[in-house]
């Protein structure tokens, strides 16, 4: 038996106890889903958009399944969402999930507005199947690692924003890793109806030597408005393959703050795509990498109606033997007259062994348009490292000052305080020298 048809027997063991297995629409999607994953298999580098990050390894790749029972009173859970909480002094909404089940007794959804549910995805397969269906998507153009979360998946949470409400705090989405060596398959889904307004916080933590897939989906409807932060802070031995994925209504505002500084091989595809006129995304991302790790960002934005506006903005910090890989795309289709797009990448270079690829791209099909993209890859500017010890400060804090101030600029974009001040903690524990840093600003 080949590793691919180990995963498809491990699908069909669990398919009975998935949630929602009584569900036709969703078994069949389920049952397409890991056809597809079987046809396509693991991607490897021959596919153009794999070719920095083949995924064949995973094949072979023996892993436990998460033992369900164990983590209810399990200390580390708990220890690590207190610490995680005790980051934020917003209060906010908490929905947490351990090695990919739902946990109640570590959630704190507390009062939620009128109009506005929060909760896990295997609660609304069962009390609203349909509004469900309906945002649930499918495996038919997806890549093989996001096919396979969609036939695996056993948890997530489901967000719905009825017309005109808003959430005034974040909702916070925790997710944590306790068993190790197991894989996990998660799904989110945020359905947000006309004028509705949100910020959620997807938070990846722990993990151990797992394997973890999420897919994130996002439903703007008209004038809605959207912002998602998630924080990758996973351990240096997980394997995090991810995809975010928004589609936009006429007017709506949708807003990725990707913030990527663990695990040993992420993989992020961000995706968006302009349904209606006047629609705005902002794409923020920052990654540092060191060691042997590596990460890759895969983004799309596709401009489908006029007027539409759209900037992308990542930055990389690439250490020791580590690479960073980006590849960004912009579509601007014929009819989207008047857009308005900018793309950048820049990569930061900290050792001579490390690694970084820059690929941004432009699809314009409109003559009434404004579009920019360009990428760097380089070294810390001399110059400005002269002009810091001219005025006392030595070469090491130098040095330190001059790459904080590099990825700062991606963190000052998170508009909201709190989830402002807790990514420029988890950036200054991930640079050498961070408590001095965190003393001198």
């Not at 297995?21 to 049952?31: D, G, H, N």
């Not at 909404?93 to 990919?100: A, M, R, Y």
């Not at 997806?142 to 489901?158: E, I, Q, T, V």
């Amino acid at each position: 038996m080949s590793g691919i048809d180990t995963w498809v027997a491990r699908q069909r063991e669990r398919a009975a106890h998935l949630p929602g297995a009584a569900l036709p629409w969703l078994t069949r999607r389920r049952t397409d889903a890991i056809a597809r994953f079987a046809d396509l298999g693991w991607p490897t580098s021959r596919l153009e958009a794999w070719r920095h990050t083949s995924l064949a390894f995973l094949e072979q790749q023996t892993l436990a399944s998460p033992d369900s029972d164990s983590y209810p009173d399990a200390a580390h859970p708990a220890a690590t969402l207190a610490t995680l909480r005790a980051a934020f002094d917003d209060g906010g909404h908490w929905l947490v999930f351990v090695d990919g089940q739902f946990a109640p007794t570590l959630s704190a959804i507390g009062t939620l507005p009128a109009g506005v549910t929060a909760g896990a995805l295997s609660d609304a397969l069962n009390t609203v199947p349909d509004a469900v269906e309906a945002a649930f998507g499918s495996a038919d153009d997806s890549a093989s690692p996001y096919a396979l979360n969609l036939a695996l998946c056993s948890d997530g949470a489901f967000v719905r924003l009825a017309r005109g409400t808003a959430l005034e705090q974040p909702l916070h989405l925790v997710f944590i890793g306790a068993t190790g060596a197991a894989d996990s398959h998660l799904r989110n889904l945020i359905v947000a109806d006309a004028n509705s307004a949100a910020s959620i916080v997807e938070h990846h933590v722990g993990g151990g030597a797992t394997l973890g897939t999420v897919v994130t989906r996002v439903q703007a409807a008209q004038d809605a408005r959207i912002t998602h932060v998630k924080l990758q802070q996973q351990d240096a031995q997980a394997i995090h393959v991810a995809q975010i994925e928004a589609e936009q209504a006429r007017g709506s505002h949708f807003a990725s703050h990707s913030l990527s500084f663990g695990a040993r091989l992420a993989r992020n595809d961000i995706r968006t795509r302009f349904d209606g006129e006047g629609c705005e995304t902002l794409f923020n991302g920052l990654y540092h990498v060191d060691g042997r790790r590596h990460v890759d960002h895969h983004t799309l934005i596709e401009h489908a109606r006029p007027l539409g506006t759209s900037r992308e903005y990542y930055r990389g910090l690439v250490d020791g033997n580590a690479r960073g890989v980006f590849a960004g795309r912009i579509i601007v289709a014929q009819d989207a007259q008047r857009t308005d797009a900018v793309q950048r990448c820049d990569n930061l270079l900290l050792s001579k062994l490390a690694e970084a690829d820059a690929r941004p791209e432009l699809e314009i099909y409109a003559d009434d348009v404004k579009c920019a993209h360009g990428a760097t890859v380089g070294q810390i500017d001399e110059d400005a490292l002269f002009y810091l010890r001219a005025r006392g400060i030595d070469e090491v804090h130098a040095r330190q000052l001059l790459t904080y101030a590099f990825a700062a600029e991606v963190i000052e974009r998170i508009g909201h305080d709190a989830l402002r001040k807790h990514a420029r903690t988890a950036l200054l524990a991930r640079l050498p020298g961070g408590a001095t840093l965190e003393e001198l600003l």
